[in-house]
Every structure is written in structure tokens, then in C-alpha cells.
């Protein structure tokens, strides 16, 4: 009679070790799931928007980085906002710039030109046989002057008329703004169009409808009325691919 307490007490001992066991396995870190950058992580782990790994956006942008990941998004989610909208609004922004620069170029060679033909003209209008340098007469200096300005104020107004680098410029600068413009009001949820939602999950398929549809707008319009073969017959290569960052359209 004394061996049947005993055994009793082993075979509780053995079931509170199989509870025991079934607790720690149940407990266990889940297996590691894949984030959108290829790397493993526990799916505890919050997926980022890293900015060490996009080195070239703009300091205007690379703000944007700490405001994406403040939302609480899936990581799908997250990942069209940092590896697509993002992107997207950096290249318009960079090309803006650059037409900016190839557009005023241009115009300050046609301006200053024409005001430095003007003056050149009126010192021309007596006559000078004065030695100047190179051995030539201040009347061939200054008709040599005005010969060469000419042609650089024409070369001038004909590359930005056939180019066309005011219209390029204004048309990425007015997409990139309607971009981040509506990257705000989903941040923000604010305006009329997301005003409505309460959360950034709820609002999230609205503004990739509306994102995508103005980057399709943006294409569609570069390539019928900014990239006609009429416009780009005499410019070889685009010549502003190198600082937008994907090159044209």
C-alpha cells in the first residue's frame, strides 16, 4: 500500500512536465518573415523606410522618410510608399530643377547677349581706326564682337524654342507638386479627400489610386506634348538625363 502513493506522485510530476513542455512551444519566437528590402526579421520587428539605402534623394525628400514611418501601415504598404511614391516624386523634383537650369541658361545668354549687342552697336556707330589687339582696328573688334553675340543670342532662342525647356520645366514642377501635394493630405488625412478616413490603413487604397493615376497623367503628357520627334529631332540624346536620376521617359 505505501508504493501507490509513490506512483501516483511520479505520474503527476510527468504530466506537469508535458504541460510545461507544451507551454515553451507554444510560446516559441515565430519563424522569421521576409521584409520588402530582402532581409529576415521576426514579423515583431517594425518594418522602416531605411534612408541609407536611397543616398540620392534630396533633403526635402529624405524628410519624408521619418514621416512614412511613423504611420502604422502594413509592410506592403510601407513599401509603396518608400520604394515607389517616394522615388517617383524625387525624380520629378530633380528634373524640374535641371530644365529650370538649361531654361535660364539660355535665357541669360539671349538676354545679356542682346544688351551687349545694343551697346557694342552704339560705340560702332563712328568710325575708329585706332590698332586694337591682334592687330586688328577697334571698328573690326567691336563688328567682330557683335558678329559672334549674334550668333550666340541666335543659337540661343533656337535651342530653347526647339527644346523646349521652359514647357519641360514647368510641367515637372507643377506634376511634382500635385504629387507631394497629395502625399501630404494621406499623411495629414486631411482635405476633402481623405478627411473622411480615421486611419491610414483605411485611406491607404484611395491615395495608391490617386498617386498612380497622376504619375500615369504625368507620362502620358511628357510623352504627346513635351517629347514630340518635332522637338526632339535635333537634340540626339536628352540632354538633362544624367541629373534626373532615371533618365527620360
Known amino acids: 500500500m505505501t508504493g501507490y502513493p509513490r506512483a501516483q506522485e511520479v505520474q503527476e510530476v510527468q504530466e506537469v512536465a508535458i504541460v510545461s513542455n507544451?507551454?515553451?512551444?507554444?510560446?516559441?519566437?515565430?519563424?522569421?518573415?521576409?521584409?520588402?528590402?530582402?532581409?529576415?526579421?521576426?514579423?515583431s520587428a517594425p518594418v522602416i523606410c531605411d534612408p541609407g539605402g536611397k543616398p540620392g534623394l534630396s533633403s526635402r525628400n529624405r524628410a519624408l522618410i521619418t514621416q512614412?514611418?511613423?504611420?502604422?501601415?502594413?509592410?506592403?504598404?510601407?513599401?509603396y510608399l518608400c520604394d515607389r511614391w517616394l522615388p517617383e516624386l524625387d525624380y520629378l523634383g530633380k528634373r524640374a530643377r535641371a530644365e529650370q537650369r538649361w531654361h535660364q541658361g539660355f535665357r541669360w545668354v539671349v538676354v545679356l547677349g542682346g544688351v551687349a549687342i545694343t551697346a557694342l552697336t552704339s560705340l560702332n556707330l563712328t568710325q575708329n581706326a585706332s590698332p586694337g589687339p591682334l592687330g586688328f582696328t577697334i571698328d573690326e573688334v567691336l563688328?567682330?564682337?557683335?558678329f559672334v553675340l549674334g550668333l550666340l543670342v541666335a543659337a540661343g532662342g533656337a535651342l530653347e524654342g526647339s527644346f523646349g525647356w521652359g514647357d519641360r520645366w514647368r510641367h515637372?514642377?507643377?506634376?511634382?507638386?500635385?504629387?507631394?501635394?497629395?502625399?501630404?493630405?494621406?499623411?495629414?488625412?486631411?482635405?476633402?479627400t481623405y478627411r473622411n478616413f480615421t486611419t491610414h490603413g483605411e485611406a491607404f487604397r484611395t491615395f495608391v489610386s490617386r498617386a498612380e493615376r497622376a504619375i500615369q497623367e504625368e507620362a502620358t503628357e511628357?510623352?504627346?506634348?513635351?517629347?514630340?520627334?518635332?522637338?526632339?529631332?535635333?537634340?540626339?540624346?536628352?540632354?538633362?538625363?544624367g541629373d534626373g536620376g532615371e533618365g527620360g521617359r
Open 222 to 241: 511628357y510623352v504627346s506634348e513635351l517629347a514630340r520627334p518635332d522637338s526632339d529631332s535635333s537634340g540626339g540624346s536628352y540632354p538633362c538625363d
Open 172 to 192: 515637372f514642377r507643377s506634376r511634382s507638386e500635385l504629387l507631394r501635394g497629395e502625399g501630404w493630405a494621406f499623411l495629414e488625412l486631411t482635405g476633402s
Open 68 to 79: 512614412i514611418n511613423l504611420l502604422e501601415l502594413e509592410p506592403l504598404q510601407i513599401a
Open 22 to 43: 507544451s507551454t515553451r512551444t507554444h510560446d516559441a519566437p515565430p519563424a522569421a518573415a521576409v521584409q520588402p528590402d530582402g532581409h529576415l526579421a521576426l514579423p
Open 143 to 146: 563688328s567682330g564682337a557683335i
